[in-house]
């Protein structure tokens, strides 16, 4: 059973399209970093004006800040509905700290993927897409503390027994690298139905 996925790759390897793929295939609920961060920012909040200062730079939001708004995710599911992260964990520390919290709900992490996507993949792509933060030297900044982060990372998970590696070239489609996935993880797609947000799939 796959209930807990998470996924792994450099800022613009399509960590976001697989992790809607994946909630289509198996309806889990997905815990974006990114999207949880720019929400807060959005709201204006004294903490999105914090986190904004790490975002605009490229850099980590703090610890603390990420971990109080995954748990609000998660506090809010219901049992048995899976979760796919995407974009957290970053490092090794925030993988433990997500383990934390996780057992906290009775639940753990079932598989990570790692999608490999070369970074002149990635740079082409970001810059295409053109968001505040995908300016050159963000990106760079960005994939400078990806690549420092990710040995930690991986070997977090290899340890574990549930790394699973990916190719994301740049000729592979989305539905490519997510049939690629699909195979990895044996997964069983439910059968499409509207998007009820009631439903849990067991
Ligand atoms: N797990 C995380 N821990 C801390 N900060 C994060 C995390 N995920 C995202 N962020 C912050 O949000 C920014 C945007 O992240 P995201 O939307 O996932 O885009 P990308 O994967 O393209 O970098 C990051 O550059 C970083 O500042």
Redesign the pocket.
Known sequence: MCQHIVLIG???SG??TQARYLHACLGHHII????L??REMDAGTPLGAIIAT??Q?????PLPI?MQLVEQEIRALPPERGIIF?????SRT?AAALDDILRRYQRSIDAAIHLRVPDQVVRQR?QARGRP?DTPA?IRE?LRIYHARRPELLDYYRRRGVLVEVEGDKNATPDDVFQRIRAALHLTCRQEEPDDHTHTPA
């Not at 974006?32 to 999207?35: E, I, Q, R, T």
């Not at 995407?86 to 970053?90: E, L, W």
């Open positions: 450099p800022p613009g960590k976001g974006g970093a990114g999207d961060l720019r790490y975002v730079a490229g850099h980590l939001a990420l995407d974009g957290i964990p970053r925030q970001l933060d963000v960005r």
